[in-house]
């Protein structure tokens, strides 16, 4: 096919889950003047996270002002309720691992049900951005819209558009959210005389013998040798009462006649709510998660017919943690009862020893 075109057609790369290269026309460039057919500037007029002509209605799309009224300091996180057909599932609560499970049109099979990510065109972790980085977010839903990504794109496509700078001085935008996390629907704990009560009781019904005498279990509630006859609230020794949530973000943006420019400073700390184990002095233990984030974007008018787009992005993370996940640890406070050994012996000496229960 020949066409006869000005100079001023813009050739641009883009990846579209494979990498293709599309001829552009500038805004102020008709298709009368370049002499092509209707068919041709069908194909032509196709642009970087347009996607008005691709589908029927099965794209849905929300701007930076409402992702930025939910207070999360992760983005999946905070596009829940916000985009229809997306599902979003948080895994767990755990400091720097509250990153959420993203669905579109839900389970289509028992593997790999995850979906296709672009960022800018490109695919990346939304881990690796923050709220205020985005500028909008949109979801493709049907087969119409998602045909262009292949099988990549066939359990649905989330299309991530990052801030860019404007034309007039420079804004400075600064945010900061702090919060307070705490445990709720904690199961109560059987205490030490208790305990002893349920076992032997459990082992009267299968015809055993007791396994706590009544001279023991009244020691237990005594509480008076502890040693021997210790009585420990085991969640109460291993969580914290309530952990912290930071989030700072600063915003520079602006630009002139030549170049526009968008840079993003942020810093996310959280503590959890397990403790620092005290046993271990030189090592500390406790979750606790810290990331600092960079993210510049810049738009350079080389030519007048040339722009240079450069997005640039990065993260320090410091993640702190015991030897045990913290699912490791949860099962030992609910797997571990009161009357199994004493945070520290009369002697001062921590208590390491294993305790497991076996009942016939």
């Known amino acids: 096919m020949k066409m006869k075109l000005n100079k001023t057609l813009i050739k641009e790369v883009l990846y579209c889950g494979v990498l293709s290269t599309l001829l552009l026309f500038p805004s ?5 003047k370049a002499n092509v057919t209707q068919n041709d500037v069908e194909v032509f007029e196709i642009r970087k996270n347009k996607l008005d ?29 916000l985009l229809n057909g997306l599902q979003v599932y948080q895994n767990n609560g755990f400091a720097g691992q509250r990153s959420a499970s993203l669905l ?31 500028e909008k977010v949109q979801v493709l839903k049907d087969a119409a819209a998602v045909a262009i990504y292949g099988q990549r794109g066939a359990n649905g496509v989330l299309l991530v558009t990052t801030k860019r700078g404007g034309r007039e001085g420079m804004n400075v935008n600064v945010k900061y959210d702090v919060g307070v996390s705490q445990a709720f629907r904690m199961p109560d704990m059987l205490n030490a005389a208790d305990y002893a009560r349920a076992v032997n009781e459990a082992l009267y019904y299968d015809g055993l013998p007791m396994k ?17 006859y210790p009585n420990v609230d085991w969640a109460n020794e291993l969580l914290n009462k309530s952990g912290t949530v930071s989030n700072l973000n600063v915003e520079f943006d602006g630009g002139g006649k030549n ?9 996310q700390g959280e503590k959890g709510l397990l403790s620092h184990d005290r046993s271990e002095e030189d090592i500390y233990t406790a ?23 450069l997005n640039i992005g990065g993260n320090i993370v410091q993640n702190t943690r ?26 001062g000496i921590w208590e390491v020893q294993i305790f497991i229960v076996i009942i016939p």
């Open 28 to 32: 102020r460039l008709s298709a009368q």
């Open 53 to 81: 002509n691709l589908g029927a209605a099965s794209i849905s799309q929300v701007d930076h002002e409402e992702i930025e009224n939910v207070n999360s300091i992760d983005p999946s996180n905070s596009f829940f309720g």
């Open 104 to 134: 579109i049109r839900g389970r289509s099979s028992l593997q790999d049900n995850s979906i296709l990510v672009l960022v800018d065109g490109f695919e990346r972790r939304l881990d690796d951005l923050t709220t205020m980085d985005i």
């Open 212 to 228: 706590y005498t009544a001279h023991e279990i009244a020691a237990y509630e005594e509480g008076n040798a502890y040693s021997l």
């Open 259 to 267: 170049v526009k420019y968008y840079v993003g400073i942020s810093h």
């Open 287 to 309: 979750l606790e998660y810290d990331r600092l984030g960079f993210r510049s974007n810049l738009d350079i008018d080389l030519t007048k017919s040339t722009l240079l787009r």
């Open 322 to 347: 015991g030897g045990k996940s913290p699912d490791d640890i949860f099962g030992e406070i609910y797997g571990t009862p009161s009357a199994a050994m004493p945070v520290k012996t009369a002697n």
